[in-house]
């Protein structure tokens, strides 16, 4: 009784001055007022960021369900044996997910979902991202299903592309140079056309600590950041994109070869898996006779991870473009970092001998121009 009293008391003066009733309790339900203005600007920043999320969310969700869902119905179709042109209208609706359109055409397609009943392949050996493919592509969409498909939105496919390579066109073939000698992309290595190549550095020659986003703990442990980091699916639709970048090639598609391996340069995030897509890119650019972008490439290739077909290829252009000089730099650096390849040694070797070739004529005109002086020096 005396705490109502005393309540009643507190609340009496506000009454007494002409206060509304019906609003003075009102109010105590009502939010507190504020007149920062920060406040205003805030809420609506946080209702678009809310809306972006449930966005992305519901985005991703469609995407999975059109990639596993598609990715079922090829992977029924290959295993029924089916004709390529029943397969060929899901796979590209696939693609499209990832930002990538009309990359293969029916007959490399055949090619790579049948490499070994192909008659395309000519008793050959298929190249190991050719024959995996059936295997990677089933990992992919079973990664989707699992945990989601992380390719946002197609657009930073091209931005990427041409932050790493410019786009190349079909040219006359080059005799003699394998684009495709070793190819390497992490875990799923291939070799065809030479000897295995030891697998990339995962550290950029050259590059500080500093330079790398990932941090150190005091533990000893490599905290990888959240732009380094790679998803699964991510990594298996990379090992999908060169197999279609494989085939292409097989069947002398040289533009769509590029425009598949710039498909998996879009998404790659690990080092050694972009550098080994920047150096298969270099072999293809080497192959059309555009050493100036080959060169660009397998620079960009050496630089992420050290691959050894950014220094192979690399050279090969820089001595098409006659910088002997550069190409031996290039390859005497490749075979400090790749001790066990005897392809630098050969290469420079190779270099050396056509450096030899090219002296005598100067040399000898160096040495006539000599005599020739001595001759007008007055005798003594």
């Known amino acids: 009784m005396l705490k109502t009293s005393k309540t009643l008391a507190a609340l009496l003066p506000s009454l007494s001055f002409g206060v509304n009733k019906t609003d003075f309790f009102t109010n105590l339900w009502r939010k507190p007022q504020t007149r920062d203005e920060r406040v205003k600007e805030y809420v609506p920043e946080v209702l678009e960021e809310s809306l972006v999320e449930q966005h992305a969310v519901l985005e991703e969700s469609t995407s999975r369900d059109i990639i596993v869902e598609l990715g ?95 786009k190349a066109a079909p040219t006359v073939a080059v005799a003699g140079h394998d684009p495709t000698s070793s190819v390497d992309l992490g875990s799923g290595a291939a070799t065809s056309g030479g000897p295995e190549s030891p697998a990339p550095s995962d550290s950029t020659p050259g590059d500080d600590k500093a330079s790398s986003p990932s941090r150190r703990r005091a533990d000893s442990v490599i905290m990888t950041s959240k732009d380094e980091y790679e998803p699964m699916d991510i990594t298996m639709f990379v090992k999908v994109a060169a197999g279609l970048a494989m085939a292409n090639l097989h069947c002398g598609d040289m533009r769509n070869a590029v425009r598949c391996v710039d498909a998996g340069i879009a998404y790659a995030k690990e080092a050694s898996r972009l550098g080994g897509l920047l150096g298969l890119k270099a072999g293809l650019l080497v192959h059309q006779k555009k050493f100036v972008e080959a060169a660009h490439c397998a620079q960009l290739a050496v630089e992420t991870s050290g691959n050894v077909q950014g220094y192979l290829h690399g050279a090969y252009a820089l001595r098409k473009l006659s910088r002997l000089e550069k190409a031996v730099a290039l390859l005497e650096r490749g075979r400090e970092d790749h001790p066990m390849n005897t392809q630098f040694e050969t290469q420079i070797e190779a270099i050396q001998k056509e450096r030899r070739l090219t002296l005598p004529a100067s040399s000898s005109l160096s040495s006539t121009n000599t005599d020739a002086a001595q001759e007008a020096l007055p005798t003594t």
Do not use: W
């Not at 004709?83 to 590209?92: D, F, Q, V």
């Not at 000519?122 to 089933?138: I, K, M, T, W």
């Open 72 to 166: 079922n119905k090829i992977l029924q179709e290959m295993d029924n044996k089916s004709p390529t042109p029943n397969i060929a209208p899901h796979l590209s609706r696939l693609l499209l997910e990832y930002g990538v359109k009309d990359v293969i055409a029916q007959r490399p397609l055949s090619y790579l979902l049948y490499p070994n009943s192909s008659a395309l392949s000519a008793g050959e050996q298929a190249h190991e991202l050719v024959s995996s493919f059936p295997d990677n592509f089933r990992a992919m969409i079973e990664e989707v299903e699992r945990n989601g498909c992380s390719a946002k939105i197609p657009a930073p496919l091209l931005s990427a592309s041409e932050a790493h390579a410019l």
